[in-house]
């Protein structure tokens, strides 16, 4: 009886210690980013691990008053592109820590 409560301890311990590692990557990748652009580099957006937007860059060039909806559409498909390259991060650093098990609301 004694032995199988042993194995729970160390099964909780390497919950524990996954739990620990996960806080920690998440840490880390709010401090990496991915970027992403739209219309041949014309707007290029920055995306962090969290999925906040941290920069947005607009080339002048595509600055016209005339085609405002143009410019929206670029800066939506840099901001989607962009969270789609963090979101695939954000997945490839977990499945690192989770041998690739997929967890319910763990990953995006």
């Known amino acids: 009886m004694a032995k199988g409560l042993g194995g729970m301890g160390n099964l909780f311990k390497q919950a524990q210690e996954m739990q620990a590692r996960l806080a920690q990557v998440q840490e880390e990748l709010a401090r990496r980013t991915v970027e992403a652009s739209a219309g041949g580099g014309m707007v290029r957006v920055t995306v962090n691990g969290q999925f906040v937007c941290s920069s947005v860059k607009i080339d002048p060039a595509v600055v016209n008053p005339q085609e405002t909806e143009m410019l929206e559409d670029l800066i939506l498909a840099a901001f989607n ?13 977990m499945s690192k820590i989770t041998g690739g098990l997929k967890i319910p609301g763990l990953m995006p």
């Open 81 to 93: 592109e962009g969270v789609r390259r963090a979101r695939d991060m954000v997945s490839e650093e």
